[in-house]
């Protein structure tokens, strides 16, 4: 069984920087790929950005395009987040997801129904 770990949430102004991390342990962990979803208060659950375990090819929601950035450290089984220039609207609880399935379809990964692990998640509040 797979667990996901989130850290690094917390309070930043606005224009300010934060790195989120999450950390994967549980078994021999398989995945194929993880990704980056967040949920403010009255909203639903919404796609922030995905990389692929091997190659490392990433997508990113058009929102945070430019301003934020996924990575993974394979050997750590860990996969970040860095954060730039956030926003208020940045303000929102941060989950992390793992999926061990292939997708034709890279579309299917900015869906939170793909990925079949997800952590506690950590919270993001951005002041302006």
């Known amino acids: 069984q797979v667990q996901l770990v989130e850290s690094g949430g917390g309070l930043a102004q606005a224009g300010g920087s934060l790195r989120l991390s999450c950390a994967a342990s549980g078994g021999t962990f398989t995945t194929y790929a993880m990704a980056w979803f967040r949920q403010a208060p009255g909203k639903e659950r919404e796609f922030v950005a995905v990389?692929?375990?091997?190659?490392?090819?990433?997508s990113y929601a058009d929102s945070v395009k430019g301003r934020f950035t996924i990575s993974r450290d394979n050997n750590k089984n860990m996969v970040y987040l860095q954060m730039n220039s956030l926003k208020p609207e940045d303000t929102a609880a941060y989950y992390c997801?793992?999926?061990?399935?292939?997708?034709?379809?890279?579309?299917?990964?900015?869906?939170?129904?793909?990925?079949?692990?997800w952590g506690l998640g950590t919270q993001v509040t951005v002041s302006s």
């Open positions: 990389i692929r375990w091997s190659g490392g090819t990433t």
């Open positions: 997801g793992s999926t061990p399935r292939f997708y034709s379809n890279s579309r299917d990964y900015m869906e939170g129904r793909t990925y079949d692990y």
